[in-house]
């Protein structure tokens, strides 16, 4: 199975801040990489598909780069509805593996 | 646009056997890949299994081979999970989601229902 690991696990910062999260991948998986944000209570939502295609209705301050092995995904200034916690997911081969989460929060 | 809506969720010995469903309120139902993904209380997100459109292709993770089907009836657009010999590590949210397949790219899961909680417990 291919495993995810997200850094950092958690960060703390500023309304307006730039962020970047990173998530690495055991092996190679191109570029099948999807980013989700959830907020507490709620359902996850498809911010990124294919490491750097922003889903339909999603802000242009977030951005998704990588390929391979190393992805990240980046939020230009932080707004209050962005403090989330967010989540990688390949789907280059099953199973579908998730990273284990990053929570972001308001310093 | 694709809503989804799950049901079937509650409280269960282990050993037990549960089945959730999910209603699609769109016609695109049929045209699309689907899975379920699950939520332990207080945990990250975990894929569980996959069903592509005509069911000939149905994909499993390993904890829960043999224990769990995915299934779905295109004319009720509907996707099930039959969950059987259920434990308690079994216990969390479980969402039902669409998945953007462009053969042979999967690219991610974009339409989520709201969850329904499944907890094993004696």
């Known amino acids: 199975d291919i495993q995810l690991t997200q850094s950092p696990s958690f960060l703390s910062a500023y309304l307006g801040d730039r962020v970047t999260v990173t998530c690495r991948a055991s092996q190679g998986i191109s570029s099948n990489l999807a980013w989700y944000q959830q907020k507490p209570g709620k359902a996850p939502k498809l911010l990124i598909y294919a490491a750097s295609t922003l889903q339909s209705g999603v802000p242009s301050r977030f951005s998704g780069s990588g390929s391979g092995t190393e992805f990240t995904l980046t939020i230009s200034s932080l707004q209050p509805e962005d403090f989330a916690t967010y989540y990688c997911?390949?789907?280059?081969?099953?199973?579908?593996?998730f990273g284990q989460g990053t929570r972001l929060e308001i310093k | 646009e694709v809503q989804l809506v799950e049901s079937g969720g509650g409280l269960v010995q282990p050993g037990g056997s549960l089945r959730l469903s999910c209603a699609a309120s769109?016609?695109?139902?049929?045209?699309?890949?689907m899975s379920w993904v699950r939520q332990a209380p207080g945990k990250g997100l975990e894929w569980v299994a996959s069903?592509?459109?005509?069911?000939?292709?149905?994909y499993y993770m390993d904890s829960v081979k043999g224990r769990f089907t995915i299934s779905r009836d295109n004319g009720k657009k509907s996707l099930y999970l039959q969950m059987n010999s259920l434990r308690a590590e079994d216990t969390a949210v479980y969402y039902c989601?669409?998945?953007?397949?462009?053969?042979?790219?999967?690219?991610?899961?974009?339409?989520w229902g709201q969850g329904t909680t499944v907890t094993v417990s004696s």
């Open positions: 769109e016609i695109t139902f049929t045209d699309s890949y």
């Open positions: 997911q390949q789907l280059y081969s099953y199973p579908f593996t």
């Open positions: 989601a669409r998945v953007i397949v462009v053969i042979p790219v999967t690219y991610g899961m974009d339409v």
């Open positions: 069903i592509n459109q005509d069911r000939s292709e149905k």
